[in-house]
């Protein structure tokens, strides 16, 4: 016994101290760089994989979404790592054009300066490494299991940023769990009400936008006869006699598509403001008289209240995590545009996106602009805005004001350099057609906001523009905004046009 116990303990010792020292001696940089950037490689073919097919496993989908999550955080120690100062020399490159350049856009056009070498930023890469190298020497199983699942239909186009921008990010997991739900057959011996899925979330989460992509799934589509959506709980009896009217018709019209998809209804329901329990009472109990068997409800809403009317557990939407949205933004920002080959570019690119504060809109606006224009000090003159933004608003409000955007309050913006009058947001709203947006201005928003043409509205101040989202539903997001007290300086420099725009 004796001679066991110190055999195992002196086993046990040796693994300590090789696990010690394995920990202590840190590869060098350039090792840990390789290392990683093929990690990134395999994970990001197994994911790429794994979204072009119709994964329906509840225990792969999360794998995947774990794979997804170490390969976004992997890249953003990547590019924290890559997209600093290289050398000595390129400073003495950049003096020159820095020359030309005002103070405060080239501070902005400089990158901060600490060693590439530092302990923090080598502590990240490996921390990244050993967590993408575990997930992916764990998928061998999963990429089997990914081959027996069909293909979807959809040809994926050849440029990344283009599919990000005219898809839904980052909710692969939610979307097939929204369709598990809907797929999902309620046993013939159950009861017949319908069943209710609560989707929860912040404002500008995506839950209209995650329930438009399920609906437009051709599973689902397949699956029901009629969706049916309804824009807030705040309707009155001639809705629900219309409503009542519309499921009558249908069951009495029942054709060959009919037949085959059971007359089953979706009824979608967007609780814009509070949530009304009469009326949702007097909408299920509507529901359970007159819709077929088998039918089901999605209920989407920023308040939590919504969660005691399901019969499911509820889903609930975040913004994506600091990584992921680092992912979203450089790969829309840069389009078909290599990263590496503007180190510069890419760390500025880092600061605007944390600015932003995980905004899918400002996300969009900002990286179309900025696409069009690869030069360093232009991309300097939007750091440097955008710090006067976060700088300003939180002054005066507290916050970020991105974030308070989303969440429909006002938003204070400053002008390029204080040279003109500041810009305030005041509410922000959404229709799903431009044509019902009275009297907009359609712009960039960053020309709104002085980086191009100067706009000045004359109309007491106040005046809209709208923006509209490239992905279904398409919504027309429409912002109301004031010019705040303009300065005399900037006014002689503009053409008066009467009841118009003054464009320099």
Not at 328 to 340: I, M
Request: glycine share 6%; charged share 20%; net charge positive.
């Amino acid at each position: 016994m004796e001679i066991l116990l110190s055999s195992v303990l002196g086993e046990v010792m040796a693994r300590s101290i090789n696990f010690i020292i394995s920990k202590g001696s840190t590869p060098p940089a350039p090792a840990l760089e390789g290392s990683l950037q093929r990690a990134l490689l395999r994970a990001q073919v197994i994911v790429d994989e794994a979204t072009g097919r119709h994964v329906t496993n509840q225990a792969m989908l999360l794998q995947l979404d774990m794979l997804r999550d170490a390969m976004h955080k992997g890249i953003y120690a990547l590019d924290s790592f890559r997209y600093q100062p290289h050398a000595a020399e390129d400073d003495d490159r950049d003096q020159a054009a820095r020359r030309s350049v005002p103070l405060f856009i080239a501070s902005c056009a400089k990158i901060p300066r600490f060693s590439r070498g530092s302990t923090r930023i080598l502590a990240q890469l490996r921390e990244a490494l050993d967590l993408l190298s575990s997930m992916v020497a764990d998928a061998d199983v999963l990429v089997l299991l990914l081959m027996s699942y069909p293909r979807r239909r959809y040809r994926q186009p050849y440029s990344m940023h283009l599919m990000l921008y005219n898809c839904m990010f980052g909710r692969q997991m939610e979307t097939e769990h929204v369709i598990s739900f809907l797929l999902h057959a309620q046993p013939s011996h159950g009861a017949e009400e319908p069943e209710v899925l609560p989707i929860v979330g912040p404002g500008m989460v995506g839950k209209t936008t995650l329930v438009t992509h399920v609906c437009k799934d051709e599973r689902v589509r397949d699956r029901f006869s009629e969706i049916v959506l309804l824009n807030d709980l705040d309707f009155t009896d001639a809705d629900l006699a219309a409503f009542r009217r519309r499921c009558s018709v249908r069951n009495g019209n029942r054709g060959s598509s009919w037949n085959r998809k059971d007359g089953k209804f979706l009824v979608v329901v967007e609780v814009a403001g509070d949530f009304n329990e009469d009326a949702w009472s007097r909408l299920y109990s509507a529901s359970k008289r007159w819709v077929p068997r088998g039918s089901k409800i999605i209920v989407t809403s920023r308040s939590d209240k919504i969660t005691k009317v399901g019969t499911v557990r509820p889903l609930t939407l975040e913004f994506l995590p600091r990584e992921a949205y680092w992912y979203f933004f450089r790969t829309l920002a840069f389009g078909s545009a290599d990263p590496g080959a503007h180190p510069r570019l890419a760390n500025m690119a880092m600061e605007v996106a944390g600015n932003m504060n995980g905004a899918f809109i400002s996300a969009h606006i900002t990286a179309r602009f900025l696409r069009g224009n690869l030069d360093a000090r232009f991309w300097g003159k939007v750091l440097a805005l955008y710090r006067e933004f976060v700088d300003k608003h939180g002054s005066r409000f507290g916050g970020n004001p991105f974030a308070t955007l989303n969440q429909g309050g006002p938003a204070l913006f400053g002008r390029m350099g204080g040279a003109f009058a500041d810009l305030m947001i005041h509410h922000h709203n959404e229709c799903s057609s431009p044509v019902e947006v009275p009297d907009v201005i359609t712009v960039q928003w960053l020309d709104l906001l002085m980086l191009g043409s100067e706009v000045v509205i004359r109309a007491q101040g106040k005046f809209q523009f709208v923006w509209t989202s490239p992905i279904p539903p398409y919504y027309s997001h429409i912002y109301t905004c004031e010019i705040l007290g303009s300065k005399p300086a900037a006014a002689k420099r503009k053409r008066s046009v009467e009841n118009g725009v003054a464009l320099s």
